[in-house]
């Protein structure tokens, strides 16, 4: 890993001097005033280590197989819309640098890339986010990652509507980028961003135009306006439809967990969606914590996962592995798949030396080994 970046913050903060602030804030931003953005990281800092101690660890052990199939480290890469507005190809270069190190990528419905052109472009495990603006382009898009070999479909069910981020409404960040005098200046003070954008083309939602440049779905889904009528019978009906893995992500209570597992789906993500959308919803390593210690199928966290450490906490309350989005892009932003590389290393890395302190051999031991509990 680079000797520059030491931590996410070191990330973050040439993340935050190479992207114009519009950019920045997009990424950074949540919903409100932020609340949840800082009760997620709240959540996480509260939890603390018992380490247990006479333990041989002399080896250590983190990969996972959450759905038979095997993680070189318990996390991935979660779905993440424009990513391509932090530099361009920003998607490809995401699923390459997860694919070197044996990890998945979770594409975007809102990518900048299309699925076909990152299946093309890496060989590693592709996973493809579902957003569901209509149920015809919906299952359009179902019938396109079955095609490229997709065997992991992850429904988004937490963005009905679009929350209230305030951010984006100041700076006035849009797709297709609407140039305004303070926009203009934004990319003027970042040649090095809108240079390369302009070699590129300023980004767009790719897979709206593989499907004929439709605007107006382009325009929902800017705004979140999504099919606020999509329920459990679709749900069932999807699960009919897709063949591979069926992940439902943005869930926050044990009934509806329960709902999903008993209409056949193979795991949840527990998420507020990174605090972008309701600013005072539960904290999902706070639902984490109420849930029983072995769920009946696998449950990944996401929101506020910032280091090795915060994993280790989720694992140890039950789950199954994160799913990790902001360090990504201020990673990529920082130094392209380079930077992503060495966020992977640098969270490998932090992973193993909290293993070793906790008194952990392998992953699996948290929860089901010695009935050693390393939270506090």
């Known amino acids: 890993m680079s000797a520059k970046f030491n931590s996410v913050e070191d990330f973050r903060r040439a993340a935050k ?21 800082t009760r997620n990281r709240r959540a996480l800092e509260a939890l603390t280590f018992s380490p247990a101690r006479l333990i041989d660890i002399s080896t250590r052990d983190q ?25 361009p190809d920003g998607d490809i270069i995401l699923a390459r640098a997860a694919a070197k190190a044996g990890l998945p990528f979770v594409l975007s419905t809102a990518s900048t890339s299309s699925m ?42 937490d963005v009905k509507v679009n929350g209230q981020r305030l951010r984006d409404q100041r700076s006035g960040f849009s797709v297709p ?13 970042h040649p090095r961003w809108s ?51 069926l992940i439902v992500k943005g869930l926050l209570r044990e009934a509806d967990i329960t709902q999903c597992l008993n209409i056949g ?33 696998p449950v ?4 506020g996962i910032r280091d090795g450490d915060d994993i280790l906490k989720a694992l140890a ?18 130094d392209g798949q380079a930077g992503v590389e060495s966020l992977i290393a640098l969270l490998k890395s932090q992973i193993d030396n909290c293993m070793a302190q906790v008194g952990c051999s392998a992953i699996d031991n948290i929860v089901t080994g010695d009935g050693v509990n390393i939270l506090f």
Request: charged letters at 20%.
């Open 195 to 245: 240079l390369d954008q302009w070699r590129h083309g300023f980004p767009k939602l790719a897979h709206f135009a593989d499907a004929g440049g439709d605007i107006a779905a382009q325009k929902a889904l800017m705004e979140r306006r999504l099919d606020a009528s999509f329920g459990w019978n679709d749900l069932k009906k999807l699960r009919d439809l897709w063949r591979g893995t």
């Open 17 to 37: 001097c190479k992207l114009p602030r519009m950019v920045f804030d997009y990424v950074e931003g949540g919903a409100g005033s932020e609340r949840g953005l």
């Open 177 to 189: 980028l609407k140039m305004r005098p303070g926009i203009l200046w934004d990319c003027m003070s």
């Open 317 to 334: 309350l039950g789950a199954s592995g994160v799913l990790i989005g902001r360090p990504m892009l201020y990673a990529l932003a920082a």
């Open 265 to 297: 789906v193979d795991g949840v993500v527990l998420s507020n969606h990174g605090g972008r959308q309701l600013e005072d919803a539960v904290s999902p390593i706070e639902m984490l914590a109420r849930l029983p210690a072995r769920p009946p199928a």
């Open 300 to 303: 990944l966290i996401h929101s």
């Open 63 to 87: 990969t996972i197989s959450p759905f038979g199939r095997i993680w070189s480290s318990p996390f991935a890469i979660a779905p993440m819309g424009l990513n391509g507005a932090v530099r």
């Open 116 to 157: 076909e052109d990152v299946a093309k472009a890496s060989n590693g495990e592709l996973w493809f986010q579902l957003y569901v603006l209509s149920r015809d382009f919906a299952n359009k898009l179902v019938s396109r990652a079955m095609a490229i070999g997709c065997n992991t479909l992850v429904l988004t069910v």
